[in-house]
């Protein structure tokens, strides 16, 4: 399973950015699709998840600002950024899981400038 994640870059505080992340491979009932982010010196932390049945969880951090979304015909999972802020600047990574198994994308960086 390959995941290929895009629509990092570089935004303004205030701005937006949509992510994409697509898997392909042998790829059976996926569970969960997630997004992390890892800033320079930190761990990884999740930033939105959504299940198979479309249950979503938020960071608290993330909330009210951001949105995950999945199209499960074509196995790709998104994540709508707004309202932007230098402290969500990191790499982004996309995250399945199935049962027993876990992949991630090779993260996407995105940078708010002030």
């Known amino acids: 399973v390959q995941l290929q994640a895009s629509g990092g870059g570089l935004v303004q505080a205030g701005g937006s950015l949509r992510l994409s992340c697509a898997a392909a491979?042998?790829?059976?009932?996926?569970?969960?699709m997630g997004w992390y982010r890892q800033a320079p010196g930190k761990q990884r932390e999740l930033v939105a998840a959504i299940t198979s049945v479309g249950t979503t969880n938020y960071a608290d951090s993330a909330k009210g600002r951001f949105t995950i979304s999945r199209d499960s015909a074509k196995n790709t999972v998104y994540l709508q950024m707004n309202s932007l802020k230098p402290e969500d600047t990191a790499v982004y990574y996309c995250?399945?899981?199935?049962?027993?198994?876990?992949?991630w994308g090779q993260g996407t960086e995105v940078t708010v400038s002030s």
């Open positions: 491979g042998s790829i059976f009932r996926i569970n969960r």
């Open positions: 995250n399945i899981q199935q049962i027993g198994l876990e992949y």
